[in-house]
C-alpha cells in the first residue's frame, strides 16, 4: 500500500518557477508516479509521469519547461516548474502505485493519490 502527500504549491507570477514535491508512504520504492492537473471546470490532465521503462513522459504543454526529479531513497518525487504561464494554474495532483509495471499511472487510474496542492500563476 501507497500513501502521497503534495506540497510546495502556491502563488507566482508568469514566468516564476515552484518546486512540488510529493512524498511517498511506502515499505517499499516507488518506481511508478506522476503529477497531474486539474483546473476549474476541466478535466483531469496528465502533466507528467513516471512510465514503465524509467523514463520520464511530459505532457506537450509542459515540455521543456517542466521536469521530474525522482529521489528514490528519499521517497520524494519532484516537478520543477519553470517560465510558469497562467494557463498552468490548477490544482496539482500526485499519484503512485506499486510494482515496475506502471500502466495504471499512466492512465490515471492509479490508487494512490494526494489531496493536492493548488498553483497559481497570474499574468
Known amino acids: 500500500q501507497v500513501h502521497v502527500a503534495e506540497s510546495g504549491g502556491g502563488s507566482v507570477q508568469a514566468g516564476g518557477s515552484l518546486r512540488l514535491s510529493c512524498h511517498f508512504e511506502?515499505?517499499?520504492?516507488?518506481?511508478?508516479a506522476g503529477w497531474f492537473r486539474q483546473a476549474p471546470g476541466q478535466s483531469r490532465e496528465k502533466v507528467a509521469v513516471?512510465?514503465?521503462?524509467?523514463?520520464?513522459k511530459y505532457a506537450d504543454s509542459v515540455k521543456g519547461r517542466f521536469t521530474l526529479v525522482h529521489d528514490y531513497m528519499a521517497k520524494i518525487l519532484y516537478l520543477e516548474m519553470n517560465d510558469l504561464k497562467p494557463e498552468d494554474t490548477a490544482m496539482y495532483y500526485c499519484s503512485a502505485e506499486l510494482g515496475r509495471n506502471c500502466a495504471y499511472t499512466v492512465a490515471g487510474s492509479a490508487e494512490a493519490w494526494g489531496r493536492g496542492t493548488q498553483v497559481t500563476v497570474s499574468s
Open positions: 513516471i512510465d514503465s521503462d524509467g523514463s520520464f
Open positions: 511506502a515499505i517499499f520504492r516507488i518506481y511508478c
